[in-house]
């Protein structure tokens, strides 16, 4: 099986294996317990939230550890909206590519009586921060766009949102499952209010990740899971040392590999395999994080492609079975993509396992697919 789904979830990194089981081993206790190995557990989870305060140019006192992106992004939206800090204020901008989490969180608030923007991408899949400036009003609680969309890999000007957000006085809140760990991130320099992080993007675990939130301690925000007060009171439960314990370990490793994968390279030579067996193509969305490529094959039919390779290869198709009929993504469709178009194309993921052969193996089985 070749696996190109790194965008899904990234293969869990050999070292966060071993320190998700030392962790087990060594920190069993809870950490809210006031005996000596309670504060063991409690200070090894302090040592992750000020390595993830580091990365982000955040204060610990700022990083809220959640069970993954998709809580982090309930947090910051319903916490926020349910806060006294956007009484009265009942207008939310978002974008019509982000996650399907946050669709359906703002899908929750519509029919809780907010209004809410969805800006569309321009046709290289980029909201523009022009569009969201022009969707501010008076009456806007709070701006939420994604860093990095994973269906494209595009990047979107978070920065330049950010700042016109704050020179507006309005919160703003990023999704950043994608690029956490493979863009460098301040929170300052992004001008980000919240941010929204996830382990299983960068090599660590499943049902692990953080929020940011700007001076946490000092803004009011109402639990999701409300609990017995941990995490500063904001997320109620157990805080799961030995999930945060790998969670640490995958963001002191994987930037550093990243950085040094050859997934540009892989890019090329996917084009060059591509365009040297003849296969038409295109590559959708202006340039992105080079480990992902959603790639259209207008001359194959791709599901059918997928269906029979199923047990080979492990890649996100562009389209997906609704209750009746084949629906093109919800970002293909925002970057005006047509159901046959969406049927055609398929988004590859790569990850540190990748090879040249891997590939290769992937053109040549499109090509005899395509030359039957
Ligand atoms: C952009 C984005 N946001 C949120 C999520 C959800 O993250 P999690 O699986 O950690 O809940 C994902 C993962 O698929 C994602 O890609």
């Not at 190109?4 to 998700?20: I, N, Q, R, T, Y």
Request: charged residues 20%; proline residues 3%.
């Amino acid at each position: 099986m070749i696996y190109f789904d790194s965008a899904g979830s990234f293969p869990v990194l050999d070292e966060v294996k071993s320190s998700l089981i030392e962790s087990i081993n060594n920190y069993y206790a809870n950490p809210s317990s006031d005996h000596a190995a309670g504060t063991e557990a409690h200070d090894e989870i302090e040592k992750v939230r000020e390595l993830i305060a580091g990365m982000i140019g955040a204060s610990t006192s700022e990083i809220v550890f959640t069970s993954g992106a998709t809580e982090s992004n309930n947090l910051a939206l319903k916490g926020l909206l349910n806060s006294q800090v956007t009484e009265g204020k009942k207008h939310i901008v978002t974008s019509q590519i982000e996650h399907k989490c946050i669709l359906s969180i703002c899908s929750y608030l519509e029919k809780i009586g907010y209004e809410v923007t969805y800006l569309s991408p321009c046709s290289t899949g980029i909201i523009s921060s022009s569009s969201v400036l022009e969707a501010l009003r008076e009456d806007t609680a709070l701006v939420s766009i994604m860093h990095v969309n994973n269906e494209l890999g595009t990047i979107n000007p978070i920065s330049e949102i950010g700042k016109l957000c704050f020179e507006n006085s309005i919160l703003f809140h990023t999704d950043a499952a994608q690029s956490f760990g493979k863009l460098p991130i301040e929170v300052d320099e992004l001008n980000v209010d919240m941010l929204s992080l996830s382990a299983h993007k960068i090599g660590g675990m499943k049902g692990v990740g953080a929020l940011y939130v700007r001076d946490a301690r000092d803004i009011d925000i109402t639990p999701v899971i409300h609990g017995a007060g941990q995490e500063i009171g904001i997320r109620g439960g157990t805080v799961a040392t030995p999930l945060i314990t790998s969670l640490g370990k995958a963001c002191e490793v994987f930037p550093n590999q990243y950085r040094n994968a050859s997934f540009t390279g892989l890019k090329e030579l996917l084009e060059t395999e591509l365009n040297a067996r003849g296969i038409t193509y295109s590559i959708n969305g202006s340039e992105g994080l080079p480990h992902i490529i959603s790639l259209s094959l207008p001359d194959i039919d791709v599901m059918t492609f997928l269906l029979s390779h199923r047990s080979e290869f492990s890649l996100a198709q562009g389209s997906a079975c609704s209750s009746k009929e084949v629906e093109a993504s919800h970002v293909l469709k925002a970057i005006n993509f047509n159901r046959e178009k969406a049927e055609r194309t398929i988004r590859l993921s790569f990850d540190f396992n990748t090879t040249t052969d891997s590939v290769k193996t992937l053109v040549e089985k499109l090509w005899r697919f395509y030359s039957n």
